[in-house]
Nanobody, 117 residues
Framework: QVQFVESGGALVQVGGSLKLSCVAS????????MSWFRQAPGKEHEEREW??????????NYPKSVEGRFTITRDNGWNTVYLEMNDLRPEDSAIYYC????????WGQGTQVAVSS
């Protein structure tokens, strides 16, 4: 079955950096767009915010809130997608999830990022 296992979250100070990882399984990873979403404290699942996407041919897209600070990459040999986050701000605090939207609502347990001021 489709599975996503996220890791790499931590408590960091404002301006710090983190690199998140997500290992996917249960589908042909190379063929699908991979995305990162985040759920801020107090928000419902339906309010998860899209953070980044990368296509099968490595085209990346970001919302303006993270553009220039976050970088999404993928390693098709390891079925892994990464999210490198720089210049972290308190509003980046959230649980981060990876998924492939094309496959429907499949979510892992997420990885928690907390940014302290």
């Amino acid at each position: 079955q489709v599975q996503f296992v996220e890791s790499g979250g931590a408590l960091v100070q404002v301006g710090g950096s983190l690199k998140l990882s997500c290992v996917a399984s249960g589908f042909t990873f190379d063929n699908h767009v991979m995305s990162w979403f985040r759920q801020a404290p107090g928000k419902e699942h339906e309010e998860r915010e899209w953070v980044a996407s990368i296509s099968s041919i490595f085209w990346a897209n970001y919302p303006k809130s993270v553009e220039g600070r976050f970088t999404i990459t993928r390693d098709n040999g390891w079925n892994t997608v990464y999210l490198e986050m720089n210049d972290l701000r308190p509003e980046d605090s959230a649980i981060y999830y990876c998924t492939s939207v094309e496959l429907g609502p499949h979510w892992g347990q997420g990885t928690q990022v907390a940014v302290s001021s």
